[in-house]
């Protein structure tokens, strides 16, 4: 059984640029949260995505968007870039909207 | 708005030590409750967790927890911990049924050898 897994690793990125993480779900899961963890504090909840429709955000701008695709992989876009969106980005899946979920690797991003 | 405290940012023990960190949530409604770990270079993992029936949960690794309602607490307990537990470990709550994660801001934990 595939964890959940994130890319890129790492990336480095201008203030006022975009940017697209990518996440593919634990197999069998339908759900797929992301979250941004600042340096030093708990991940905070972006947004959740349950086959392929936004199930809920967190207080996050417009700016940062979100994609499923048919086989529950996902993708967070974020525009116009700020230097606080420098954080570590998780993934995690689910069985369904409510269940316990399972974090990647995490993408951490630099905004210079 | 619905908050996950942790008390203790950073905790050092000897190996050993028996160990408990705390965890409080705000009061919102019935509540799903974790403990995440977070080992060095590595990712979240889930280390156990409560949805309902008996208040004393055990989790992985010897790790237990116990939901006390009127205290909206649900620390987290190890009888003897390892150099291995060296880690910082997350509280975290969905309140009413929801979908998202409330994290606390973390306990760093150090075993010394």
């Known amino acids: 059984e595939t964890g959940v897994t994130q890319s890129p690793t790492h990336l480095i990125k201008t203030r006022g640029q975009q940017v697209t993480l990518r996440c593919s779900s634990q197999?069998?899961?339908?759900?797929v949260s992301w979250y941004q963890q600042a340096l030093g504090q708990g991940p905070q909840f972006i947004f959740q995505?349950?086959?392929?429709?936004?199930?809920g955000r967190g207080n996050f701008p417009p700016r940062f968007s979100g994609l499923q695709f048919p086989n529950y992989s996902s993708e967070l876009n974020v525009n116009a870039l700020e230097l606080d969106d420098s954080a570590l980005y998780l993934c995690?899946?689910?069985?369904?909207?409510?269940?316990?979920?399972?974090f990647g690797p995490g993408t951490r991003l630099t905004v210079t | 708005a619905q908050s996950v405290s942790q008390h203790n940012h950073h905790v050092i023990l000897s190996e050993a030590a028996s160990l408990e960190l705390g965890c409080n949530y705000s009061?919102?409604?019935?509540?799903?409750l974790f403990w995440y770990v977070q080992y060095p270079g590595q990712h979240l993992q889930l280390l156990l967790k409560?949805?309902?029936?008996?208040?004393l949960v055990k989790g992985i690794k010897g790790f237990e927890a116990e939901f006390i309602k009127s205290k909206f607490s649900f620390n987290l307990r190890k009888p003897s911990v390892q150099w291995s537990d060296t880690a910082e470990y997350f509280c975290?709550?969905?309140?009413?049924?929801?979908?998202?994660?409330?994290f606390g801001g973390g306990t760093r934990l150090m075993v010394k050898p």
């Open positions: 995690a899946s689910s069985w369904t909207k409510g269940g316990e979920q399972y």
């Open positions: 197999s069998g899961h339908n759900t």
């Open positions: 409560y949805f309902s029936g008996d208040p």
């Open positions: 975290a709550v969905i309140y009413n049924a929801g979908n998202m994660l409330t």
């Open positions: 009061y919102g409604g019935t509540v799903n």
């Open positions: 995505y349950y086959r392929e429709e936004e199930n």
